[in-house]
DNA sequence: TGTACATCAGTGAACGCGCGTTCACTGATGTAC
DNA sequence: TGTACATCAGTGAACGCGCGTTCACTGATGTAC
């Protein structure tokens, strides 16, 4: 009985490293490409094999997609608390710089995020992933907002700042003239602004 | 002589409307359903023509989508302009709520808008085009911030809002749970919230 | 120890569909002589 | 006034391509007897 469950087990976790395996190959094409043009062929040619052993392993591409996505997005925002984590208490302006640094540098998943979001058609299970990071992000802007002392309804301080940030990424992006050194300047400028008018509001309405 | 003219103008202006014809059908097709599925059959269905017609006014697809979009959007941004000058000097809480309004409104444009500038595909023609309303966009906001005689950089200002309003659209959207009436109602809430902000600061920064 | 059968990872080619675009054609109107 | 020809709006069907997904099959490994 014992070696039974253990041989299965084993079945089970070899089935999970292929499953990783084209996982991985999906995450890495999101990172290489325009979301519209990952496909299944090519997904299957960077795991090194055929595109019908995929649907061994996902029933369609939405959920194969998912699960990339959700795999890499994580990563990310688990980056983003732990440098929030490490700035010094209630400093609004590095835990700005840090959102827009992160988000600058892995713009294939805002990207994707904002398509999802955008498409409407986000499926149910992705969704509510998606939030719970979120809902993470917005903790960790509540528990700054408190140090700083801020007046007013604090959830509310993090949406809008949340919102915020969102936008500046997604505003201020690729020109035909600008460089994205100049992009990535741009946005930290406008993100400063805005670190300020809150720090100014919190300074007086705390005091 | 000045027949022949008056004859290739008429000709010209049928083929203007006939144009035109072609045009506003795609525009309702854009605000009828999502992006990815408008289709040249449709348009052609909807202007009551022929698909191949479509070709003879317009060398591609890309050609009549850009001109049907800034048909669209320039009609909202006027509106938006329009509505913000009647607005009370500096009344910073009414345009933002007016600018909530019309783009949840018009979704559909905002969507598309949003879709072109993240694919990053954006035709140089369009991109001008838009430049042109955003920047006028960001003259009125410009001229309400300097009634509100605010400290630093007023383009900045400008830059941050327009950024926060657009995080604010883009962030809080169709949820399952949620109808659209509570949508609008907490995209409110956080603008109401973004202008308090706004406003403490340049009342202390005037003062 | 050998044989028949089941299981399952894996495959390349093919199916099917949506959709942008082109083709080959029609029919009406204008123009030259 | 009639005839030949040009022009051009307009058409439905077909072409071609990308791409998700399925089909029919192979080959290796395990299992029952």
């Given at each position: 009985?014992?070696?039974d469950i253990t041989l299965s087990?084993?079945?089970?976790s070899e089935?999970?490293?292929?499953?990783k395996i084209i996982v991985d190959a999906a995450e890495k094409e999101f990172t290489t490409k325009p979301f519209k043009r990952v496909n299944m062929r090519d997904i299957a040619r960077r795991a090194g094999i055929?595109?019908?052993l995929i649907y061994r392993h996902f029933p369609d591409?939405?959920?194969l997609f998912v699960e990339a996505f959700v795999q890499g997005i994580s990563e990310i925002f688990e980056e983003i608390y732990r440098k929030i984590d490490q700035s010094e208490d209630g400093a609004i302006g590095d835990v700005i710089e840090d959102f827009i640094d992160f988000f600058t540098r892995n713009d294939q998943y805002f990207r994707m995020?904002?398509?999802f979001f955008l498409d409407g058609s986000v499926d149910h299970d992705l969704f509510d992933k998606l939030n719970v990071l979120e809902r993470k992000l917005l903790d960790t802007f509540d528990a700054m907002f408190r140090k700083l002392k801020i007046e007013g309804n604090i959830r509310f301080h993090s949406h809008t700042l949340f919102a915020a940030l969102t936008?500046?990424?997604?505003?201020?992006?690729?020109?035909?003239?600008k460089s994205d050194e100049e992009i990535l300047r741009h946005r930290k400028?406008?993100?400063?602004?805005?670190?300020?008018?809150?720090?100014?509001?919190?300074?007086?309405?705390g005091a």
């Open positions: 009985m014992k070696k087990e084993l079945k089970e089935k999970n490293a292929r499953r055929s595109p019908a591409q939405q959920s995020m904002m398509n936008g500046i990424i997604a505003t201020f992006r690729s020109h035909p003239v400028r406008i993100a400063a602004n805005l670190a300020k008018i809150f720090a100014e509001y919190a300074s007086h309405s």
